[in-house]
């Protein structure tokens, strides 16, 4: 819900594929620290994966790589949030 409003805010278009996407973003940062993470701390790395989904979008874009289904934003980026948010919960 996070990419599908940012991106409401921020383009001004209701993106089905920005709200798919966000969801497998927030399970991709959560997956590294589930074990140690409460629901808050999971609330939080979701809302955080999703909100780096959304930059990591941009970012690509801006660099002129083509990426059509967002891979490298859903599982390098958010991978790599999640792996840094695993330490930061333990």
Not at 2 to 28: P, Y
Not at 49 to 78: E, Y
């Amino acid at each position: 819900m996070t990419v599908f409003i940012f991106t409401m805010i921020v383009d001004h278009i209701e993106c089905v594929s920005s709200l798919a996407n966000g969801l497998l973003a927030g399970l991709v940062s959560i997956t590294a620290g589930c074990d140690a993470s409460n629901p808050y701390w999971s609330l939080a790395i979701g809302v955080i994966g999703g909100l780096t989904f959304a930059g990591s979008i941009r970012l690509v874009k801006f660099c002129g790589v083509d990426d059509p289904l967002d891979a490298f934003s859903v599982h390098g980026a958010c991978g790599f949030w999640g792996c840094i948010a695993s330490g930061l919960v333990r």
